[in-house]
């Protein structure tokens, strides 16, 4: 799996589309989130010229994996967007405190194995491990997301301290909750092959 991380003035024009193009197959195709796309190409307002991305590939140069990166001091998802999962806590604007969204480590290469089969895999792992290890350079100490419930014992297992900011609500008819991620971690050789955050 390569890796590489920047901002769209960082990477090529392909890079950019393929991660357009694998987060509506992940977010809209997959998950069935209803998200207004062109040309199925996925990508929002936050999408913008500083956000920093994290694309994983496999040795096929096929996109397995991408994160999308945004600080705090400038609008985010969880601020923006879904701001009633912090059940009336303020959203931390600080520069050391980092979104992680748009995450999926989905291999669209593998067939015929199970959900849980698939939560061997490095894939996610390594990935949530470069994004973190990305935005320390930035200078974050922790990440904040809107997370599907169950994703929060996922990440223990596989070493990364995470835990609840405030109880889970129900969006769309799916149980999420505001997750905070510390960029410490005690990296476990195990994680999901299917692993999607907002």
């Keep these: 799996m390569n890796i590489v991380t920047g901002t769209p003035a960082d990477l090529s024009v392909e890079i950019m589309a393929g991660v357009a193009r694998y987060r509506h197959r992940v977010f809209v195709e997959k998950l069935g989130w ?6 199925a190409l996925e990508y929002d307002q936050f999408d913008r010229d500083d956000t920093v991305y994290v694309v994983a590939h496999n040795a096929h140069h096929e996109v397995v994996g991408t994160a999308r990166l945004l600080p705090t001091t400038r609008p985010y998802l969880l601020d923006e967007v879904f701001p009633q999962l912090l059940h009336g ?12 969204s748009r995450f999926a480590a989905v291999d669209f290469s593998v067939q015929g194995s199970s959900a849980l089969a698939q939560f061997s895999s490095p894939i996610a792992v390594g990935l949530l491990q470069a994004s973190l290890e990305c935005a320390a350079r930035h200078g974050a ?3 904040i997301t809107v997370s599907p419930l169950g994703v929060e014992r996922l990440l223990r297992i596989a070493g ?27 990296g476990a050789p195990t994680a999901a092959r299917e692993l999607a955050l907002c």
């Design 34 to 39: 209803q998200l207004r796309c062109e040309n």
């Design 141 to 143: 100490k922790r990440f």
């Design 160 to 186: 990364f301290r995470a835990h609840r900011l405030a109880p889970p609500m129900i969006v769309d008819g799916n149980p999420v909750f505001a997750c905070s991620i510390g960029c410490e971690t005690h």
């Design 89 to 100: 806590m303020a959203p931390p604007h600080s520069p050391d405190v980092w979104e992680l």
